[in-house]
């Protein structure tokens, strides 16, 4: 059973003025599509066909870079796309709330680290927000597609929230202002989505 390219949920201009329809257009139908395509080509015949993406890159060899770029690609985007929403909805609350409150203090705080950990990352990556089994929560960043479920990684628990920082998710628009798209992604994640997320990684 081959891995499906995951719909967006909302139409690609939704986003907007924060992250424009062109580049979730080609961010989705060519960067996520290709990554989708080289997994399934990648794993296609070998004992990882039919296995989730979770486990797939859970018990990841990592010299096996096919799978460890495609398969990163293929999850990290599927995540993005969920964790950020065109309504505004969804407030930071409830267990979520406390557990970000009782790593960073407060939300600003948190918000410059994860910005932080999103503008450092050199060239292209990923930042995190991670949950642990014991309910807390920390942040980290990732190069090229790798992601904390890979063996590892200097970066762990479960993410619940992530970042692209790659230039194809912002240079259209942005060109080399990581920062000011960095600060927009904050005005549209979908933190209904991440507290699902969170609950379901520490229960
Ligand atoms: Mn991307």
Same mark, same amino acid.
């Given at each position: 059973?081959?891995?499906? &390219?995951?719909?967006?949920?909302?139409?690609?201009?939704?986003l907007e003025?924060n992250?424009?329809?062109k580049t !979730?257009?080609?961010?989705?139908?060519?960067?996520?599509?290709?990554y989708t395509?080289?997994?399934n080509?990648?794993i296609?015949?070998?004992? &990882?066909?039919?296995?989730?993406i979770?486990d797939i890159l859970?018990?990841l060899? !990592?010299?096996?870079?096919a799978?460890r770029?495609?398969?990163?690609?293929?999850y990290?985007?599927s995540l993005?796309w969920t964790?950020?929403n065109?309504?505004?909805?969804?407030? &930071?609350?409830?267990a &979520?709330?406390?557990?970000?409150e009782s790593?960073f203090?407060t939300?600003?705080?948190?918000?410059?680290d994860?910005s932080k950990?999103?503008?450092?990352q050199?060239?292209s990556g990923?930042a995190?927000?991670c949950?642990h089994?014991?309910?807390?929560?920390s942040?980290c960043?990732t190069p090229?597609?790798?992601?904390?479920l890979?063996?590892g990684?200097a970066?762990?628990?479960t993410p619940i929230?992530?970042l692209?920082?790659w230039e194809h998710?912002?240079?259209?628009?942005?060109?080399?202002r990581r920062?000011?798209?960095i600060?927009?992604?904050f005005?549209?994640?979908?933190?209904?989505?991440?507290?699902?997320r969170y609950?379901?990684?520490t229960?």
């Amino acid at each position: 059973m081959a891995f499906k &390219l995951p719909e967006l949920g909302y139409a690609y201009n939704a986003l907007e003025p924060n992250i424009d329809a062109k580049t !979730m257009e080609i961010h989705h139908s060519k960067h996520h599509n290709g990554y989708t395509t080289k997994l399934n080509g990648a794993i296609e015949g070998t004992d &990882l066909d039919g296995k989730p993406i979770e486990d797939i890159l859970g018990n990841l060899d !990592m010299n096996n870079k096919a799978v460890r770029n495609n398969g990163g690609g293929f999850y990290n985007h599927s995540l993005f796309w969920t964790v950020m929403n065109p309504e505004g909805k969804g407030r &930071l609350s409830g267990a &979520l709330k406390d557990a970000i409150e009782s790593k960073f203090k407060t939300f600003d705080a948190f918000k410059d680290d994860f910005s932080k950990a999103a503008a450092t990352q050199f060239g292209s990556g990923w930042a995190w927000l991670c949950a642990h089994k014991d309910g807390s929560v920390s942040v980290c960043s990732t190069p090229n597609q790798d992601n904390p479920l890979m063996p590892g990684v200097a970066c762990e628990g479960t993410p619940i929230l992530g970042l692209d920082v790659w230039e194809h998710a912002y240079y259209l628009n942005y060109q080399n202002r990581r920062p000011d798209y960095i600060e927009a992604f904050f005005n549209v994640i979908n933190w209904n989505e991440v507290e699902r997320r969170y609950a379901e990684a520490t229960k």
